[in-house]
């Protein structure tokens, strides 16, 4: 069964650094493109971060310079390095896969065919 599965996500203060994971049952995980993304009630998903088949990265404005995305095809692994986390960093944070993708598909995450289940970052100030 195809399925991604986030971690890493915990309740951390205003300041620290979190890293979640995003391990994927696909194969080849090397042709998949990756993204993270996050949500809060009543809101939408939000675009983050991600990174190309090709390992070409793409940041949402309000993350870039401290958030940063990398994988690992040897372990079907997707990274989001969190730094300098803010209150309103809080949110669900989900990580999303397509086959393929570009620096316009990778940014809509109706263009996912593949979601986990989330995992929850809390920021207290």
């Known amino acids: 069964q195809v399925k991604l599965v986030e971690s890493g996500g915990r309740g951390v203060q205003a300041g620290d650094s979190l890293r979640l994971s995003c391990v994927a049952s696909?194969?080849?995980?090397?042709?998949?493109?990756m993204g993270w993304f996050r949500q809060v009630p009543g809101k939408e998903r939000e675009f983050l971060a991600a990174i190309a088949y090709t390992g070409n990265t793409f940041y949402a404005d309000s993350v870039k310079g401290r958030f940063t995305v990398s994988r690992d095809d040897a372990k079907n692994t997707v990274y989001l390095q969190m730094n300098s986390l803010k209150p309103e960093d809080t949110a669900l944070y989900y990580c999303?896969?397509?086959?393929?993708?570009?620096?316009?598909?990778?940014?809509?995450?109706?263009?996912?065919?593949?979601w986990g289940q989330g995992t929850q970052v809390t920021v207290s100030s």
């Open positions: 696909v194969v080849p995980f090397s042709t998949y493109g």
């Open positions: 999303g896969g397509r086959q393929w993708g570009n620096v316009y598909s990778l940014r809509l995450a109706n263009d996912y065919g593949l």
